[in-house]
């Protein structure tokens, strides 16, 4: 999957190149005028409030290659950590304006895209998704019973980010990988997406052999952390297996959760034997997954109502809350859908 561009929202004038990394992205997948025009408004939108109502953000946009469950699509998040909006339903409402706006930004943005979802907590801060498709969604009954949402970061002063990550679904299971390349840079990426190309490839082995086979293929690389999830939601079980320190939880709709152990080591190089775990896929479960760009306490059980949002937007107040900000960054989040 492609990385997350992170732009720093801080003044005016960085709207203008927003908004132009936005509309390049647009093109770049193929979208018409109008689609473009859309997502260049809404990027305005969220930055305009972003300034107005927070004294500035970030700005998450990233292009998301066709899977299984949607056809491509372009992503726009954006972040802060404000005073939060204080009645979202009432604000989504166009008129509605506490910044002495015409009160049109957020309920553009619902109007805009193709779809979008909002939090925000009280002194915390919000979080604005805007998602646009290129195409139909598949029929209802041919989607995966998975909603993947996801970030991926780079480390600040780094072109690319040394993570990557990938999902396989079928109507009867879905497998995830996340891997984080050793180091930074390009080297670190290339390792991680050829831990990747191996899930892509044998897809339908237990996750033991696809990161035993991405083992031996990433010799000739830096080597990586790496941890693959198989979720049989017929058989209601998580089969797992993962070498160093890739983090992964299951989160009941309750909000309960399930701490999954890999072993140390880094694939590639020397690791302990490689070892599968199973664990109870639960009634409405979330699984989460993050490299060590973000803290070991990750979790999004102090956030009241995050488990019910999009996974992308998910994703991205888990990283606003927990980047250690000194490190590549990724989450990957598979909710029930």
């Not at 009954?141 to 600040?156: C, D, H, M, S, Y």
Request: proline share 5%; glycine share 12%; charged share 20%.
């Amino acid at each position: 999957m492609p990385g997350t561009i992170r732009l720093r929202i801080d003044e005016q004038s960085q709207t203008a190149e927003a908004r132009r990394v936005a509309r390049l992205q647009a093109q770049n997948l193929g979208f018409d005028e109008t689609r473009i025009e859309q997502v260049a408004i809404v990027t305005t939108e969220v930055c305009t409030n972003l300034l107005k109502h927070a004294g500035g953000g970030e700005v998450l946009i990233q292009a998301l290659d066709a899977d299984a469950a949607s056809p491509p699509a372009l992503e726009l998040i954006a972040l802060d950590k404000g005073p939060g909006i204080g009645n979202l339903d009432q604000a989504l409402r166009d008129g509605y304006s506490t910044g002495g706006s015409s009160g049109h930004g957020l309920g553009a943005i619902v109007r805009l895209a193709s779809a979008s979802d909002f939090y925000s907590e009280t002194s915390r801060g919000a979080a604005v998704l805007a998602r646009w498709t290129l195409g139909p969604q598949p029929p209802a009954g041919k989607l995966p019973a998975l909603q993947i949402g996801a970030v991926n970061v780079a480390k600040p002063g780094q072109d690319v980010c040394g993570d990557a990550w990938g999902v396989e679904q079928t109507p009867d299971f879905s497998v995830l990988m996340l891997a984080d390349g050793l180091g930074h840079g390009i080297d670190a990426r290339t390792a991680a997406a050829e831990a990747v190309r191996i899930l892509h490839s044998v897809p339908g082995l237990a996750p033991a052999e696809i990161v035993e086979r991405a083992h031996l293929a990433l010799r000739s690389t830096r080597g990586a952390a790496l941890a693959v999830a198989r979720v049989d939601r017929h058989r209601e079980r998580v089969t797992f297996s993962g070498i160093g320190n890739i983090s992964a939880q299951i989160y009941s709709g309750a909000g309960e959760s399930q701490h999954l152990v890999s072993v140390h080591g880094t694939a590639g190089f020397q690791t302990a034997k490689i070892r599968e775990f199973e664990y109870p896929w639960p009634d409405r479960g979330m699984l989460l997954m993050h490299s060590d760009g973000l803290g070991t306490h990750t979790t999004p059980s102090g956030s009241p109502g995050l488990l019910l949002r999009d996974p992308s937007l998910i994703s991205a107040v888990l990283y606003r809350d927990f980047a250690r900000g000194n490190d590549d960054a990724t989450i990957l989040v598979a909710r029930a859908a």
